[in-house]
């Protein structure tokens, strides 16, 4: 059995799993109720002469209503009424788009709500194609409680949030995209559901299991059939119905469930064949058996960014620890192996080891950013690198970003030097919003910069739509520099890097200075990719080698500077 709607000649099918429930009604907005039949699974099912834009919900015996957890649009929000939505009939302009190669990718993140929505996202592509980017991943866009959110408390995976536009818009919007040579990923959240607008646990109890103690509750229960169908026909969704390249799946290490994460991977891979997808993992647990091309292609690497972190800005708290000691030769592991952390034990996970060995995967398999949502706005105050770093160092880490071989990534407003914070926002009421409000300043208590409580009064508040405002990217200062240093830059990467990536190798790594470091590798023809890199304050002597740098910036072991060569 599958979840939601199916259209027909003769109407639409629904569909509910509510196995706590003996007695479900289909309530349809100016139309008649039809009493729903339920199997011995709890599935319960109504078939009504109805179509697409026809508003629906399902009443359950305590006359509670509760929208379609398998709606693919709201009308009202959340707790109002979801909405028939015909799947084909969208007309695609870029029919025969199959995708780009992995190696090709230089992506940017992107929250659709401060662009303004998907209407608006699909203005902003020509800007983002021409300056040499080859991917957008878009931010959680499936319906939310509220007006305003990043998208990981959402709760109707399957519904495009309606404060973003419709799904023919969103359809519209990757179709641009591909007219644009562009890949489209998304973002996707399996590891748990918001506080707002969730009613699965009114009739489906075995969606989580309580006892596995996840930060948001109870997990949820993947290993059961239609929960699984659930998340499962849900990126097939995003995949083939609005042919998004790829997806990257959300705190997995929170799903604890290795067999749901491969069976999704081989079932997508199948279903997909023919045409370039891609998967990307966060994965806290730095699960290197999940990178392979059968299954994942690459995660997000933390450790990256977290070891540059502490040397631009010399911060060492929280997790930053873990990164505190020798942060140079910690980012020679990490250029020359993937992961840093690869079983060694975490100072900020009390001791516990982390992560598996990674070598012998291709630098491929790994994201790497200087910035990204959370590593933005995850701050009290939202403050970007462009406000906490020197300007000469965040350069030279942007030529390494570019210019070596993981993948890169961007956050929306780095390649104009933007200095607007990215703020936690949320559009929540009431008890709910005192309690996300107070428990965000609770979580900065252990800072010494917040330890005052007056002090963390002034943390903006998530719900206050100022704080949404503030959080849309605006050109810095430098805007004009920082935007000619990244064309350049991936410039250089399509014509020098991309065509060489596949097959690299790390031929060795090692710390040269306090904060600098050589890193080389063997490209796919031959070519040795050679980057020294001084994010220290002293000078240091950078590698003797014949030929001129392809790139540098700042004198041959300056501070704050960077050289990068290609031996062919």
């Not at 569909?15 to 339920?38: C, F, K, Q, S, Y």
């Not at 026809?54 to 509670?64: E, G, I, M, N």
């Not at 990757?174 to 007219?179: G, N, T």
């Not at 707002?196 to 993947?222: C, I, M, Q, R, S």
Request: charged share 25%; net charge negative.
């Amino acid at each position: 059995m599958t979840w939601g709607p199916t259209l027909s000649e003769d109407g639409t099918v629904f569909r509910l799993w509510a196995p706590d429930r003996n007695e479900v009604t289909l309530e349809i907005a100016d139309g008649d109720a039809v009493p729903m039949t339920r199997d011995p699974e709890g599935w319960f099912s109504a078939k009504a002469p109805v179509n697409p834009g026809t508003r629906y919900r399902f009443k359950l015996a305590d006359d509670l209503t509760v929208p379609d957890p398998a709606s693919r649009f709201q009308h009202g929000g959340v707790h109002g009424w979801s909405v028939v939505v015909d799947p084909d009939a969208y007309t695609w302009s870029t029919l025969d788009w199959r995708g780009r190669p992995w190696e090709e990718m230089v992506i940017q993140e992107v929250h659709v709500g401060t662009l303004g929505g998907f209407a608006s996202v699909a203005d902003h592509l020509p800007a983002i194609a021409e300056l040499g980017i080859t991917g957008i991943e878009l931010m959680p866009v499936n319906a939310f409680g509220g007006t305003r959110s990043w998208g990981y408390d959402g709760v109707l995976p399957y519904a495009p949030a309606e404060s973003y536009g419709t799904p023919d818009e969103l359809k519209a919007l990757v179709d641009r995209a591909h007219e644009l040579g562009l890949a489209v990923f998304l973002d996707v959240v399996y590891n748990h559901f918001g506080p707002d607008g969730n009613y699965l646990g009114a009739y489906a109890k075995g969606f989580f299991h309580p006892e596995v103690d996840t930060p948001w509750g109870g997990a949820v229960a993947v290993d059961q059939a239609p929960v699984h169908r659930y998340f499962v026909d849900n990126a097939l969704m995003w995949l083939n119905e609005y042919k998004f390249d790829g997806l990257r799946f959300d705190a997995v290490h929170a799903i604890e469930n290795d067999a749901f994460l491969d069976a999704m991977a081989a079932e997508l891979r199948a279903k997909t064949a023919g045409r370039h997808v891609h998967l990307v993992l966060e994965n806290e647990g730095n699960d290197a058996d999940r990178l392979h091309p059968a299954a994942f292609d690459a995660q997000w690497n933390d450790d990256f960014h977290n070891v540059l972190h502490v040397l631009l800005t010399g911060e060492t708290s929280a997790y930053y620890a873990d990164f505190a000691d020798r942060p140079a030769e910690r980012l020679a592991r990490c250029l020359g192996e993937g992961f840093i952390y690869q079983g060694e034990g975490s100072p900020n996970h009390d001791g516990k080891p982390r992560g598996k060995p990674s070598a012998h995967l291709s630098p491929t398999a790994f994201v790497a950013f200087l910035q990204n949502h959370d590593q933005i706005g995850n701050r009290a105050m939202g403050e970007r690198l462009t406000l906490l770093a020197d300007r000469r160092k965040l350069r030279a880490a942007t030529v390494l970003l570019l210019l070596g071989p993981q993948i890169p990534l961007l956050f929306i407003g780095d390649e104009h030097g933007s200095e607007s914070p990215f703020l936690f926002f949320t559009d929540f009421h009431d008890e709910l919003a005192d309690a996300v409000r107070e428990g965000r300043r609770k979580e900065f208590a252990k800072f010494a910069a917040f330890a005052d409580p007056e002090a963390r009064e002034a943390i903006p508040d998530p719900n206050a739509h100022e704080t949404f405002l503030q959080s849309r990217a605006h050109p810095g200062a430098d805007a004009a520099e920082w935007q000619d240093l990244y064309r350049t830059l991936l410039k250089i990467r399509h014509e020098q890097i991309i065509p060489r990536l596949r097959d690299t190798t790390a031929t060795g790594a090692e710390a040269i200075g306090k904060g600098a470091v050589v890193a080389r590798w063997k490209m796919g023809d031959g070519a040795i990719l050679t980057i020294a890199l001084n994010l220290g304050d002293d000078v240091v002597d950078f590698p003797a080698i014949e030929a001129s740098p392809i790139f540098a910036d700042g004198g041959p072991g300056e501070a704050a500077s960077v050289a990068v060569w290609l031996d062919r």
